[in-house]
């Protein structure tokens, strides 16, 4: 990096050393020198930009500004055709049109690149091959407004290329501007995570203009996405997460790993719980760990408020998340004064279901 850093140094400063001594523009030395510094770091920037770039967005970026310059030499001759080389206005028209195509082919092709399959071309394309697009991680809607993936991106253990379509960022605009306080404040957060996702040097963001406007849910839009793609949809969401695998597309759930995480409990263990709410059942308490996990305690529904501790009975494992069943007895486990760290709140966000409280 540092070898680098002196090379683009050493570039600006060959490029000020011919201007000041080539005076071009019909510049003094200091003057032209200045110029050159200026075009030198120009060039750098542009070489940094350009770096981030894979090389079938290179490649698409290319042929669209060269298919463009071609399509307005031939809209120019039809001018000068049309109208007569004599007019002063067909130089400008000339000019205009020249500039619009190569830029709309430059942008339209760098978009479209991605879309190149040059694989399949073998030899030096081989190595650019359909291999990088599977390192690409589609974000949906909720698991930027959820917000732990900025954190698991500091972690290091999502790499790759993180895509966030436009589509979800235009939903994401919609939640922020509604008129709904609270799904003002999700969308608002969603938009604050994906700001701190891009500042993060360690990982590449990158906004992809692809729609399908004959796909209304967004959802449906995210798998066409990604088998356009070929790679994995990061969500949260455990109906798109259902959906997505019912059409061969793979997918990350947060909640997955979050419950994977999640420390092992036995039966006939004793853990120590604050007992926040009574349960659906007679006699039965509820409470939560730290880290979100419902656990179901029975006969303890007079330990409202109270930290206590219960020997577990049962763990209930499901894709939704887990729930814990235990079983206060006064006879052998105590009762604790103060709030169990952690537990004297219900979490915000509860995936599992409340009505799973009745299953003890």
């Not at 080389?85 to 760098?110: E, H, R």
């Not at 999502?158 to 939640?175: D, N, R, S, T, Y």
């Not at 969603?190 to 990158?206: A, E, F, N, S, Y």
């Amino acid at each position: 990096m540092i070898d680098l850093l002196v090379v683009r140094i050493l570039f600006v400063a060959v490029l000020a050393s011919a201007a000041f001594f080539l005076h071009p523009f019909r510049q003094s030395g200091p003057v032209a020198a200045g110029i050159g510094a200026l075009m030198g770091i120009a060039i750098v920037i542009f070489e940094m930009r350009i770096r981030r770039i894979t090389l079938k967005r290179l490649i698409g970026a290319a042929a669209g500004c060269l298919l463009g310059i071609i399509g307005a030499y031939f809209i120019a001759l039809l001018l000068a055709l049309a109208v007569g080389k004599n007019s002063d206005t067909i130089p400008f028209l000339q000019l205009t049109i020249l500039g619009l195509m190569a830029y709309c082919g430059l942008i339209v092709g760098a978009a479209k690149g991605d879309l190149l399959n040059l694989s399949a071309l073998g030899g030096v394309f081989g190595g650019e091959s359909s291999t990088a697009q599977h390192s690409f991680k589609i974000l949906d809607t909720s698991v930027v407004i959820d917000g732990r993936i900025a954190d698991l991106v500091e972690t290091g253990f999502i790499e790759g290329v993180l895509v966030v379509p436009q589509f979800v960022l235009a939903e994401l605009q919609m939640v922020a501007d509604s008129s709904d306080s609270m799904k003002r404040a999700r969308g608002r957060r969603g938009l604050d995570v994906l700001q701190r996702i891009q500042k993060m040097p360690q990982l590449t963001v990158r906004i992809v203009e692809e729609d399908f406007p004959k796909v209304r849910e967004v959802d449906m839009k995210l798998i066409e996405l990604a088998k356009v793609y070929a790679c994995k949809i990061v969500t949260n969401d455990f109906n798109l997460n259902k959906v997505a695998q019912l059409h061969g597309v793979d997918v990350l759930n947060i909640n997955d790993l979050a419950n994977a995480l999640r420390p092992v409990v036995l039966p006939g263990e004793v853990m120590r719980v604050f007992i926040l709410k009574e349960g659906k059942e007679f006699n039965q308490g509820v409470a939560y760990l730290d880290d979100g996990t419902m656990v179901v305690v029975d006969n303890a529904r007079k330990m409202i408020s109270k930290t206590i501790d219960v020997a577990v009975t049962s763990v209930l494992q499901t894709t939704a998340g887990k729930m814990i069943f235990g079983r206060f007895d006064e006879r052998t486990h105590a009762v604790h004064a103060g709030h169990a760290p952690g537990n004297g709140k219900e979490p915000a966000s509860q995936h599992v279901s409340r009505e799973h409280a009745s299953a003890g």
